[in-house]
């Protein structure tokens, strides 16, 4: 072993790549981090939960093509809603807020309906044969400011209409458990922004 300082710039020399090597294990792990925080590696569509305690953004990934951009649907699959949430479609990805008004649709506080409050949005059942399409959707004028847990089975569709004219068809997969403040609902979501209309 040569010792420190048996050539000119030894110690330099070693100092220097300690901290090129340490660089650069601090840079891979906080790729890693991120890759995790920011769900690196999920695929557009992949079933993320939409809850407002994990954050401001709901981060459900839109499933789309390129074409979303200029303001195609933008679908969102399995996103999660707690109860006494409410989910704003008009953002992308859309954002869940505490408070089931607090958003264009919300999932009621007691777990038994999806409500709007009617001055941001209000909600229509879809019948089995109508057409899950923005024209089924905009056709609709029996429209309610809440629909029924009781009225909803898997695979069940009801529309949002928001209030600056974004539209959402919104497909029910599944409740967590029973009705109640820890109720959580998962949903698929098709959006057609308001710019289309």
């Not at 710039?9 to 790729?31: F, Y």
């Amino acid at each position: 072993m040569v010792p420190p300082g048996a050539y000119p710039g030894g110690q330099a020399v070693r100092r220097g790549r300690g901290k090129v090597v340490l660089g650069g294990w601090v840079a891979a792990g906080a790729v890693v981090v991120g890759a995790i925080a920011f769900g690196g590696g999920f695929g557009r569509g992949d079933s993320v939960a939409a809850r407002p305690d994990a954050g401001a953004a709901a981060s459900p990934s839109p499933s789309a093509s390129p074409s979303a951009a200029a303001g195609a649907a933008r679908e969102y699959r399995g996103v999660g809603l707690d109860a006494g949430s409410g989910l704003v479609l008009e953002t992308d990805p859309p954002q869940a807020r505490p408070g089931a008004e607090n958003g264009t649709f919300g999932y009621s506080p007691d777990g038994e309906s999806f409500v709007s409050d009617g001055a941001r949005g209000a909600l229509v059942l879809l019948a089995t044969e109508a057409p899950g399409t923005l024209d089924g959707c905009r056709d609709q004028v029996d429209l309610v400011p809440s629909v029924s847990r009781q009225q909803l089975t898997p695979g069940a569709r009801f529309c949002v209409m928001g209030a600056d004219g974004t539209t959402a068809l919104v497909t029910f997969r599944q409740f967590s458990g029973t009705a109640g403040p820890t109720a959580h609902a998962t949903l698929d979501l098709t959006v057609w922004p308001a710019q289309q209309l």
